[in-house]
């Protein structure tokens, strides 16, 4: 499976900014896709993931309770593109964004990471 992501880039705070992953590749075998970031001198933190329709068993969209309310994962139907809304962006938000997907082995696969400043 490969990803590629796109949408990074520099925002004021407040604003909004949108991401997409693509996956090539086997993508029938995809449980989970999502997002995870990584701050400076942080440990990489999940963002959000969503549950494709391969996932049996605890199958949930998961966010976290820091972007909870401002930030909307989705796929699409062909279950190939995760999207990341990022609204009312905070400077705490700045990170490299990578995407990452799951597969029915268990096993990750990541994106480059995509970097998302916000600042005045």
């Known amino acids: 499976v490969q990803l590629v992501e796109s949408g990074g880039g520099l925002v004021q705070p407040g604003g909004s900014l949108g991401l997409s992953c693509a996956a090539s590749g086997r993508v029938s075998v995809i449980v989970s896709m999502g997002w995870y970031r990584q701050a400076p001198g942080r440990q990489r933190e999940l963002v959000a993931r969503?549950?494709?329709?391969?996932?049996?068993?605890?199958?949930?969209?998961d966010v976290a309770d820091s972007v909870k309310g401002r930030f909307t994962i989705s796929r699409d139907n062909a279950e190939k593109t995760v999207y990341l809304q990022m609204n009312n962006l905070k400077s705490e938000d700045t990170a490299n964004y990578f995407c990452?997907?799951?597969?029915?082995?268990?096993?990750?696969?990541w994106g480059q990471g995509t970097q998302v400043t916000v600042s005045s």
């Open positions: 969503i549950p494709t329709t391969r996932m049996v068993h605890g199958a949930k969209t």
């Open positions: 990452f997907a799951l597969n029915d082995a268990g096993a990750e696969h």
